[in-house]
Each structure stands twice: as C-alpha cells, then as structure tokens.
C-alpha cells in the first residue's frame, strides 16, 4: 500500500485489510499485490510507473489508483501485472473502476477501502493465473550479446590475463600483502 502524494487518511486501514486478503491470495494464487495511490489521472503514469518497476516481478500484481489530489476524486485506475489470464487485468480494471465512482459518490469522495478490497481478492480468486516458469525460461537462450561487447572482452581479457600472469610470476605477493614468503614454493630470482 503506497501513497505517492495522494493523502489517503485511512491508509493503514488499507494496508490492514490487504494484508488479511494475502493471507489467503499469497499461498492460493502465489501472487503480490500491490495498490499505488497517485496524484494524477493520466493514464501514461502507469507506463512510466512499469519503466521505473522494471516490469515487476512476475507474481506482481500493481493497482494504480489515480486520483486528484484535491478532492480525492477517483479519476482513472489501471492494473500491471504478468498474470497468465488477459481476463483479470481488464475484469480488475472494469469493476475496481465502477466500484471506486459508486463509492466515491456515496461517500463524498471517499473509497470503501473493504468494498474495493473485496473485489480484488474476489476477482484475483476467480481469474488470476500465474504465469510458469517454463514461459521465462525460453528467454535465457534468446539472450546473446551484440558483437561489439564479445569483441571488446577479448581485446581486454587476452592482455589483462598475460599482464597478470607475468605480475604473478615477478612479484611474490604473499610478502608483500601478508609479510611471508611462499618458504614452500620458493622459486629462483630472476
């Protein structure tokens, strides 16, 4: 439960409902949600938002609540998740947002946090379907660096690897980090 700017007075009441929906969400679904209350309603906050998360983890689940920080008007709410069900993003999304300006409206402005609460674990109950692990493990192999990278570590790797190696056979480091010398290995000087 996160307040950007907002001025939720309920928070922890928020915070408190949620985490006893994760009680059950957390081990039935293996899923982390997250609700983000934002002082603005453009809708590009969520891109910006998904920039910055690097996407989230892939139980993640991120409820966006938009809403003017004047008068806590609800005035857009958008989801970003990894969810296996394109079903749950545009369901949470419907009825989270129809909840929040019936709400809003009868209770001057103010969101049941229960009532909404309720919604997100109903709805995460019903659609949610986490994503397994074998869709990421394809990705491993389609990463290959780009040209100039493997040619730069050789450029690097191939000196630095004989400069250490002739450093190694001229300096005993043994005395002069740690003040021995390799009595056992001791080697001609040169």
């Known amino acids: 439960m996160h307040d950007l700017g907002v001025g939720v007075t309920n928070l922890k009441e928020w915070q408190h409902t949620l985490d006893e929906y994760m009680k059950t969400l957390g081990g039935a679904k293996q899923i982390n949600i997250h609700v983000m209350f934002v002082p603005t309603t453009n809708p590009g906050y969520t ?18 609540v938009g809403m003017s920080k004047a008068n806590q008007i609800v005035g857009m709410i958008d989801v970003i998740t990894w969810a296996d069900s394109a079903n749950y993003k545009i369901n949470l999304i419907a009825e989270l947002t ?7 409206t009868l209770n001057n ?7 909404f609460l309720k919604i ?18 394809k990705l491993k192999d389609e990463i290959d660096p780009p040209l100039w ?10 000196p630095g690897s004989l400069a250490l190696a002739f450093l190694f056979d001229r300096i005993d480091l043994d ?10 290995f001791n080697r001609y000087r040169r």
């Open 47 to 64: 891109n910006a938002l998904e920039a910055h998360w690097k996407g989230g983890n892939k139980n993640d689940t991120i409820i966006i």
């Open 98 to 104: 129809k909840f929040a300006k019936l709400s809003s």
């Open 175 to 184: 005395a002069k980090v740690f003040g021995h010398s390799r009595s056992r």
């Open 149 to 158: 990278v493997l040619i730069l570590c050789l450029i690097f790797a191939i």
């Open 120 to 137: 997100v674990n109903d709805i995460t109950l019903r659609d949610y379907a986490r994503r397994p692990m074998q869709d990421y493990e």
């Open 109 to 115: 402005g103010v969101i049941d946090h229960g009532g």
